[in-house]
C-alpha cells in the first residue's frame, strides 16, 4: 500500500517537471489547464518509468537520463492525445 502511494505521490511531484516540458516541445497551441498538464505529466512519470523497468533501465547509478528521455516522450504525446481529445467544443 505504502509504494502505491508513494509512486502516486512521486509521479504528481514528477508532473509538475514533465507537464510543461511536454507542452513545450510539442507543437502548436494547447488549450489545456494546468491541472491537466500536470496530470498528463504525472501519467507519463508512472508509464514511463514502467516502460523504462520493463526495458532494465528503470533503475540506474546516477540519473536515469534514458528513463527520463522516455518519460518526456511520454508527456509529449500525452499533450498531443489530451489537447486532441479536449479540442474546441464550443
Known amino acids: 500500500m505504502g509504494t502505491i502511494i508513494g509512486t502516486i505521490i512521486g509521479g504528481l511531484i514528477m508532473g509538475l517537471i514533465l ?6 516541445l510539442r507543437p502548436g497551441k ?3 489547464s494546468l491541472i491537466g498538464t500536470i ?4 501519467g507519463a512519470a508512472i508509464l514511463g518509468g514502467f516502460v523504462a523497468s520493463l526495458l532494465g533501465v528503470g533503475n540506474t547509478a546516477g540519473i536515469d537520463w534514458i528513463k527520463l528521455m522516455i518519460q518526456i516522450v511520454f508527456a509529449v504525446i500525452g499533450i498531443g492525445l489530451f489537447a486532441g481529445a479536449s479540442g474546441n467544443r464550443r
Not at 496530470?39 to 504525472?42: E, F, I, P, Q, R
Open 19 to 24: 507537464g510543461p516540458i511536454g507542452r513545450l
Open 30 to 32: 494547447q488549450d489545456i
Open 39 to 42: 496530470l498528463v505529466g504525472a
